[in-house]
């Protein structure tokens, strides 16, 4: 118990610094009411069992969409690591749909499932099911060759060793990838409650807010994002015992790769017919999505044809609004991303070089990371209005996290020999941090900057769509409620296409700061 308490007083102090600013008039109640009131409509809530019965309605949703994805990604990511005609088939078409932003699918999901639960879980389903198949796909690719050599030649069959030693291998990373879609779960389910639902937490929320019952949305925010919290926390207990198998600080056998001697024509011709080949999946479901709508089996409506959604996209760019649009959507996720960047690197570094900023900031990052940020959107609505500064600040809240996270375990995971034999040679602690620390900390730094890229852009895109305006999402959930069938297809493909550009973006920096790295002499995995 004094343990507990020093590590979470920092909360407790700006608890008490919310209480203080409302009761001294520093800030207007209507704006950020004082806590009693929030602690007391939380309690009004669930007396009246609103909160209860919406709450319920949430969590299941959440469960059965991210059940069946944990069942239907782990499945796939393990046949596609362990059988090729599985990986050659869908693999091109999950490294294509990953990097999209999953919440701009919400007005196709009304569009063919409705206002109920149906466009939730499907929604939730879809958007977690990525992140749990690559991690397994990874997971099980990353089996040692040794374990499975050995297991086939005491005659374990292939369906054995897939049981027995692959899938027990692929455990750890399918674990954390499962981790990182419970928390996409809490995110799309929150985000489709806020703009098209009739019950849940989001929903609560949104109709809160609109009638100025500002101490309720903050019970209702605040309950959201304790239960995000919980879920993550509780996932964590359960991960740590299902890998007390594991043997931990071992060193993992690698097997040396040939070196190759001078330019392989064989090697090359394989390369280039690998590449041509994952496009043949993309190019089958692009004619499969024209030819189906072009047969009438389903309503041109529900699916229009891909030619009549491209024609749309020219349009949109030959009259200036994909260009306005795109823009607009671009300059939000971007400055929110930069500022998320600055401002997780620095406060990472920090942590790990002054005690009192961890201190401060550890129990804080370690509540804010799980919770679904994007249940605080209303808030920052009312307090920073509907246009730009709300979206980016929005933006970067969301982003920031996982950069803070990842350069934290960059810093902390610095070989020790390496810092004690710079100090035996007299380098200072600025020599050591610049020449030293964000050297060796600059792989796991950029793979943060690669996780808040995505997330950027996510939020960008709800922003838009719950506020209205210019921009992807903007004019997205405006041809929704205008039944703009082509025009909100065109958004999707506006989106996916700038969303794959920001992620294969991304990646060329990487390459050129990372030149001396190992990563950077081998192929690596996606």
């Known amino acids: 118990m004094t343990g507990i308490l020093p590590r979470y007083a920092p909360p407790l102090l ?49 469960a059965a969409g991210l059940g069946l994805a944990i069942a239907c990604g782990s499945i796939i990511g393990v046949l ?41 879980i499907v929604l939730i389903f879809v958007g977690c099911m990525l992140p749990v198949t690559l991690s397994a796909f990874n997971g099980a690719r990353g089996t040692e060759q040794v374990l499975i050599w050995s297991a086939r030649s005491l005659g374990a069959s292939r369906m054995r060793v897939l049981r027995e030693v692959v899938v027990p291998s692929a455990l750890p990373e399918l674990l954390s990838g499962i981790r990182t879609a419970l928390a996409f779960a809490f995110v799309l389910l929150v985000a489709s409650e806020l ?28 309950t959201v994002a304790l239960l ?5 926390r509780g996932y964590l207990m359960l991960m740590r015992r299902a890998l007390a198998w594991r043997e931990y600080g071992g060193e993992s056998l690698v097997l040396p790769r040939p070196a190759l001697a001078g330019l392989r024509l064989d090697l090359l011709a394989a390369t280039v017919a690998r590449r041509i080949g994952g496009l043949l999946p993309l190019i089958a479901l692009v004619l499969g999505w024209e030819a189906l709508s072009r047969s009438g089996i389903v309503s041109t409506f529900l699916l229009p044809p891909l030619s009549a959604v491209l024609q749309r996209v020219w349009e949109d760019a030959l009259s200036g609004e994909l260009t306005v649009n795109l823009g607009m959507t671009l300059y939000r996720a971007l400055a929110g991303f930069a500022i998320a960047a600055v401002g997780g690197v620095a406060l990472g570094i920090l942590m790990t070089r002054n005690r009192f900023v961890r201190w401060f900031f550890d129990p804080i990052v370690s509540v804010g990371f799980p919770m679904p940020k994007i249940a605080f959107l209303p808030i920052f609505m009312l307090w920073l209005g509907l246009y730009d500064v709300s979206k980016i600040t929005m933006a970067a809240f969301n982003a920031i996290f996982p950069v803070i996270v990842a350069t934290i375990a960059a810093a902390e995971g610095v070989d020790r020999h390496l810092l004690w034999s710079a100090r035996s040679l007299g380098a200072s602690e600025r020599h050591l941090l610049r020449e030293i620390i964000l050297p060796a900390a600059l792989p796991e730094i950029l793979t943060g900057l690669q996780i808040a890229l995505p997330v950027s852009m996510i939020v960008t895109i709800v922003t838009e769509m719950l506020m209205g305006g210019q921009g992807l999402g903007g004019a997205m959930i405006a041809a929704s409620r205008f039944a703009d069938s082509p025009g909100v297809f065109a958004g999707i493909v506006e989106i996916a296409v700038a969303g794959l550009c920001l992620v294969k973006g991304i990646a060329v920096p990487r390459r050129h700061l990372l030149i001396w790295h190992q990563e950077a002499q081998e192929p690596t995995t996606v």
Do not use: C, H
């Open 14 to 62: 700006l608890a008490l610094a919310w209480e203080a600013v409302t009761r001294l008039g520093i800030v207007p109640t209507a704006a950020l009411p004082p806590l009693d009131r929030v602690a007391d409509a939380s309690l009004n809530l669930a007396e009246s069992g609103d909160l209860w019965i919406n709450g319920v309605a949430s969590i299941l949703r959440a």
């Open 80 to 120: 596609m690591a362990w059988y090729l005609p599985v990986r050659v088939v869908i693999n091109p078409i999950v490294q294509f749909f990953y990097p999209m932003p999953k919440s701009a699918l919400i007005p196709v999901m009304v569009l063919w499932l409705g206002f109920g639960d149906a466009s939730k």
């Open 195 to 222: 703009i098209v639902a009739r019950s849940g937490f989001g929903y609560m929320i949104g109709w809160l807010g609109d009638g100025g019952v500002y101490d309720a949305m903050f019970a209702v925010v605040l």
């Open 228 to 232: 995000g919290f919980a879920a993550d």
